[in-house]
């Protein structure tokens, strides 16, 4: 598993893996933590501020991808 620092290195270096990697971790956490609610009680403040975050990513993942897409193909125009 990949540590914050490594994670941020890759959103910069690789912005679109980067990206794709963002939305995988925060969708199957949300889900795997949907599960767990299920099963035992947990903190639904922590719980909802999750959820909150995910739809943070789900509506500007878009805007993101399109700026990284631009930056490499910038970046291919200069070599």
Not at 2 to 27: R, Y
Not at 48 to 66: D, E, H, K, M, Y
């Amino acid at each position: 598993m990949l540590t914050w620092q490594q994670f941020s290195l890759l959103l910069l270096i690789a912005p679109t893996a980067g990206l794709i990697f963002c939305v995988a971790v925060i969708v199957t956490d949300v889900a795997h933590n949907s599960w767990v609610a299920l099963h035992q009680p947990i903190r639904m403040d922590l719980y909802l501020s999750q959820i909150v975050f995910l739809l943070l990513v789900a509506f500007t993942v878009r805007t993101a991808w399109r700026g990284a897409v631009n930056r490499c193909a910038a970046l291919h125009v200069i070599d």
